[in-house]
């Protein structure tokens, strides 16, 4: 079973990775930064760590 998260986080991060394409890797940490680079939550840690673990296992599961 997987970790199922909010639609909220699903449609923020789908839309970084339109707008960003090649700037996102399968590193959670270079993640996390650019998450903090490319939007408006980098007070709010729990919401950025979201969005980031979901790109870097969107981006995973796509490579394999």
């Not at 997987?2 to 707008?19: C, M, Q, V």
């Not at 650019?34 to 790109?55: H, P, Q, S």
């Amino acid at each position: 079973m997987g970790n199922i998260r909010p639609s909220f986080i699903k449609t923020r991060a789908l839309r970084l990775l339109e707008i960003y394409p090649d700037k996102f890797t399968d590193d959670f940490e270079t993640n996390k930064h650019l998450v903090v680079e490319f939007t408006d939550v980098g007070d709010n840690k729990r919401m950025r760590n979201w969005i980031a673990g979901y790109i870097t296992r969107y981006i995973q599961r796509r490579t394999d």
